[in-house]
């Protein structure tokens, strides 16, 4: 299956095709076919029009850690810039009698407001929220709520829970981290931000205190970062600068332009690939361009 990456650069308005091809390819063929593409993207997306407003998008970064995890949040937020313009909701695993420290030991790696959450608290920007020790949290419309545990085969596994929620209501906005811990929680919940055009990060397991969390995420294949905690902020404000600017400098073209330069390129994909994309839907080809543009890859795997 081939997978479009794409790359824009800001400043000269230029789409950028990087990849690398079947070994029946001579190099002048690639390149060939990456300017037919390129040239049929010029047309369909570069020539459109810059739609207003300056209304940027709330990210949500929900963070799942358990065993391990402190160690590894205070690592993050030592080098999380505390006006990132983010809320951050961290779900641990911990038992129903538990006191937790970790909003006071965190204060000292942050300038953000921290918290631990309430029924009903109202999200942020530059804070950050710790779940309570006996209940499940999900967020809507901006808040954060407190629901009654929920438990599968007898096992609760509330970092699927909220990253569900949380997918639910953010959907492409909605971010998810997955650090040190036991066990595979998160990995359900990752499947539902991903399907629903969300970010999804896990920690590198040869630093995780306990790699069974991020292991059982980065099997899935579908994570999109892998990396050290200490190297997750800046990756995080990378992609949400990048969303941002796509956002606001988003070109609109006229439908049914678009469409005809849509099918041309599918077109040019089919003849040399033999891999046909008429099963999937239209907008589904165009957010998941527009997200790898966001992503920054840059090549494209066949």
């Given at each position: 299956?081939?997978?479009v990456?794409?790359?824009e650069?800001?400043?000269?308005?230029?789409?950028?095709?990087?990849?690398?091809?079947?070994?029946?390819?001579h190099s002048?063929?690639?390149?060939?076919?990456?300017?037919?593409?390129?040239?049929?993207?010029?047309k369909?997306?570069m020539?459109?029009?810059t739609?207003?407003?300056?209304i940027?998008?709330?990210?949500?970064?929900?963070?799942?850690a358990s065993?391990?995890?402190?160690?590894?949040?205070?690592?993050?937020?030592?080098?999380?810039?505390?006006?990132?313009?983010?809320?951050?909701?961290?779900?641990?695993?911990?038992?129903?009698d538990?006191?937790s420290?970790?909003d006071?030991?965190?204060k000292?790696?942050?300038?953000?407001?921290?918290?631990?959450?309430?029924?009903?608290m109202?999200l942020?920007?530059?804070?950050?929220y710790?779940?309570?020790?006996?209940?499940?949290?999900a967020?809507?419309?901006?808040?954060?709520?407190?629901?009654?545990?929920?438990e599968i085969?007898?096992?609760r596994l509330?970092i699927?829970?909220?990253?569900?929620?949380?997918?639910?209501s953010?959907?492409?906005k909605?971010?998810?981290?997955?650090?040190?811990g036991t066990?595979?929680?998160?990995?359900?919940?990752?499947?539902?931000?991903?399907?629903?055009?969300?970010?999804?990060m896990a920690?590198?397991?040869?630093?995780?205190?306990?790699?069974g969390?991020?292991?059982s995420?980065?099997?899935?294949?579908?994570?999109?970062?892998?990396l050290?905690?200490?190297?997750?902020?800046?990756?995080?404000?990378?992609?949400?600068k990048?969303?941002?600017?796509?956002?606001?400098k988003?070109?609109?073209?006229d439908?049914e332009?678009?469409?005809?330069y849509?099918?041309?390129?599918?077109?040019?994909?089919?003849s040399?690939?033999g891999h046909?994309?008429?099963?999937?839907?239209?907008q589904t080809?165009r957010?998941?361009?527009?997200?790898r543009?966001?992503?920054?890859?840059?090549?494209?795997?066949?």
């Amino acid at each position: 299956m081939l997978y479009v990456f794409m790359k824009e650069s800001l400043n000269s308005g230029v789409i950028i095709l990087q990849c690398t091809a079947f070994s029946c390819y001579h190099s002048w063929q690639r390149e060939k076919f990456l300017f037919e593409i390129a040239s049929h993207l010029s047309k369909g997306i570069m020539a459109k029009k810059t739609k207003g407003g300056n209304i940027k998008p709330a990210f949500i970064a929900g963070i799942g850690a358990s065993a391990g995890g402190l160690e590894a949040l205070e690592e993050f937020f030592s080098h999380m810039p505390s006006d990132s313009g983010l809320s951050f909701i961290v779900i641990q695993h911990l038992p129903s009698d538990h006191k937790s420290v970790i909003d006071s030991l965190i204060k000292k790696y942050t300038k953000m407001k921290s918290m631990q959450i309430k029924d009903g608290m109202k999200l942020e920007p530059d804070c950050i929220y710790f779940s309570p020790p006996h209940s499940d949290v999900a967020v809507m419309n901006e808040a954060l709520y407190l629901m009654e545990p929920s438990e599968i085969h007898g096992t609760r596994l509330p970092i699927n829970f909220f990253f569900r929620s949380l997918a639910e209501s953010h959907g492409e906005k909605a971010i998810c981290i997955i650090l040190s811990g036991t066990g595979s929680d998160g990995t359900s919940g990752l499947k539902a931000v991903k399907g629903a055009g969300g970010m999804v990060m896990a920690q590198d397991i040869k630093q995780a205190g306990f790699c069974g969390m991020p292991e059982s995420a980065i099997s899935t294949g579908l994570v999109d970062y892998v990396l050290p905690v200490e190297k997750m902020p800046g990756i995080l404000m990378q992609y949400v600068k990048h969303f941002h600017a796509i956002r606001e400098k988003r070109l609109i073209a006229d439908q049914e332009e678009f469409d005809n330069y849509l099918q041309k390129i599918l077109i040019l994909i089919r003849s040399r690939t033999g891999h046909g994309f008429s099963g999937y839907k239209e907008q589904t080809i165009r957010r998941r361009t527009e997200r790898r543009m966001v992503m920054g890859a840059r090549q494209i795997f066949w």
